[in-house]
């Protein structure tokens, strides 16, 4: 069974430009939860979505902001780029519905680089 | 607010050497608690716990929860430099798709 998959795996961006980033969770999960990683903050929660719908959302600025497709495939969007924004964004996937207990399975992150 | 915090943040053992690592939470929903092992890149998981004083095992590596105390552990034995990475702890907040995580424990194991 293929894992999450992320595209791209690398990215440079300058400043105030917008980028957009994709996630395919493991065939069957529906449920897709992305993280921010950097050196001082650690893994930040940003949003989840299941069955195309946010049901959860972090502690992150407006310019953040993401959706989920039929097949459970998900993007993120950053506009108006800062340098803070330079970071791993990993996504994960689950089966679950809201009231089960199951464990999330990394993709291999997208490292974006905002010059 | 709620919190999750791992120590030690770094760790230097040798090949051999059995290492403790520690979680605390305070978490106000909680579902449950996930370690995870980070390489270079995606998180791997290891164990996800949800009852106390259940120990489980995977080879050298065993987890276990306190509920009551609010921490957990993870124990590796018999370290191999292959174990070297950072630990990760998370917890389900139960609030839909929610992993709190702590700042990870940077393990070196030498040979």
């Known amino acids: 069974k293929a894992g999450v998959t992320q595209t791209p795996r690398y990215l440079i961006k300058t400043r105030g430009q917008q980028v957009t980033l994709s996630c395919s969770p493991i065939?069957?999960?529906?449920?897709v939860s992305w993280y921010q990683q950097t050196p001082g903050q650690g893994l930040q929660f940003l949003f989840e979505?299941?069955?195309?719908?946010?049901?959860n959302k972090g502690n992150f600025p407006g310019r953040f902001s993401g959706r989920q497709f039929s097949n459970s495939r998900s993007e993120m969007n950053v506009s108006t780029l800062e340098l803070g924004d330079s970071a791993l964004y990993l996504c994960?996937?689950?089966?679950?519905?809201?009231?089960?207990?199951?464990?999330?399975?990394f993709g291999p992150g997208t490292r974006l680089l905002v010059l | 607010e709620d919190k999750v915090v791992q120590s030690p943040l770094s760790l230097v053992v040798h090949e051999g050497d059995t290492v403790t690592l520690n979680c605390s939470y305070e978490?106000?929903?909680?579902?449950?608690l996930l370690w995870y092992k980070q390489e270079k890149k995606a998180p791997t998981f290891l164990f996800m716990l949800?009852?106390?004083?259940i120990e489980k095992k995977s080879g050298r590596l065993s987890s276990i929860l306190d509920k009551k105390e609010l921490f957990s552990i993870l124990n590796i034995t018999a370290t191999q430099t292959g174990d070297s990475a950072v630990y990760l702890c998370?917890?389900?907040?139960?609030?839909?798709?929610?992993?709190?995580f702590g700042q990870g424990t940077e393990l070196s194991v030498k040979p």
């Open positions: 998370a917890v389900d907040d139960n609030q839909g798709g929610k992993l709190i």
């Open positions: 979505y299941f069955s195309e719908t946010q049901r």
């Open positions: 994960a996937s689950s089966k679950k519905g809201q009231w089960s207990q199951e464990t999330q399975y």
């Open positions: 949800t009852s106390s004083g």
């Open positions: 065939s069957g999960h529906r449920s």
């Open positions: 978490v106000t929903n909680f579902r449950s």
